[in-house]
């Protein structure tokens, strides 16, 4: 069952018409949760515009009414992946908690955050994300971004356990290990080809264990 989330689409966005009425915009919030949920199932490209609707109980002038095409509909439904995303990260690692943390304690909390965001409602989003950059790179853009704050989140926290004679050496090695966590998570979410599977217990320990090992901290 798709998560339900509050929906952060106050900005403009080319295509997406704005919801100003509560009930535009609780029939914007039905569709896109929708559209999410059949993501999980097939590629954008085999959801038509009545399946989509139909889910919803609406006629496919409600789509088109707020939305521009299926393109400009996906970036809706990425936008709110993205920022739920983020808005949630940002929160738990918020907590003064991680600032007394251990690299391993820190890194196993990112790890489970990711695998849970990524092998739950929102894996087809990012699958569609990922299989859409191969033709259109912008698409890639909003999760590059994410990627880059979680990073620099994750750098700042641990900051404290740079090595005290060269914590540029420190800085860099948790930047690659972060470049070689997000492009494991990347392959699972689009092929999980094993041996070690995103839903395998040893997935997170491994993913752990290797940016705890690889990082150069005190």
Same mark, same amino acid.
């Given at each position: 069952m798709?998560?339900a ?8 966005q080319?295509?997406?018409k704005? #919801?100003? /009425?509560g009930?535009?915009k609780?029939? %914007?919030? @039905?569709?896109i949760? !929708?559209g999410m949920k059949?993501?999980?199932e &097939? ?14 109980g609406y006629s496919?002038?409600?789509?088109y009414?707020?939305?521009?095409d299926?393109?400009?509909?996906f970036? #809706?439904? /990425? ?5 739920? %995303?983020? @808005?949630l990260?940002? !929160?738990e ?5 991680? &600032?007394t ?10 790890v ?7 092998d739950g ?9 990922i ?7 912008e ?13 620099n989140v ?15 050496e420190?800085?860099?090695?948790v930047?690659?290990g972060?470049?070689m ?6 392959q699972?979410?689009l092929n ?9 217990k040893?997935f ?5 264990r ?9």
């Amino acid at each position: 069952m798709t998560e339900a989330v509050t929906l952060k689409l106050e900005k403009k966005q080319e295509g997406v018409k704005p #919801a100003l /009425q509560g009930r535009s915009k609780h029939r %914007r919030d @039905e569709l896109i949760h !929708a559209g999410m949920k059949l993501l999980c199932e &097939k590629s954008m490209n085999d959801i038509s515009i009545i399946e989509l609707t139909a889910a919803c109980g609406y006629s496919v002038g409600t789509f088109y009414s707020r939305f521009e095409d299926k393109q400009s509909f996906f970036r #809706a439904i /990425q936008e709110t992946a993205i920022t739920h %995303r983020l @808005e949630l990260f940002e !929160a738990e690692f918020s907590d003064p908690k991680w &600032k007394t943390a251990s690299p391993e304690e820190i890194f196993a909390h990112l790890v489970n955050n990711t695998v849970d965001f990524i092998d739950g409602s929102w894996r087809g989003v990012v699958k569609e994300s990922i299989l859409g950059s191969c033709t259109n790179t912008e698409i890639w853009e909003p999760l590059r971004l994410g990627g880059r704050k979680i990073s620099n989140v994750i750098v700042d926290l641990l900051e404290p356990h740079f090595l005290d004679d060269n914590p540029e050496e420190s800085r860099d090695s948790v930047k690659f290990g972060m470049q070689m966590f997000f492009g494991t998570i990347v392959q699972a979410a689009l092929n999980n080809p094993g041996p070690v599977r995103l839903e395998d217990k040893q997935f997170r320990e491994n993913l752990t264990r290797m940016l705890t090992l690889y990082s150069k901290l005190k």
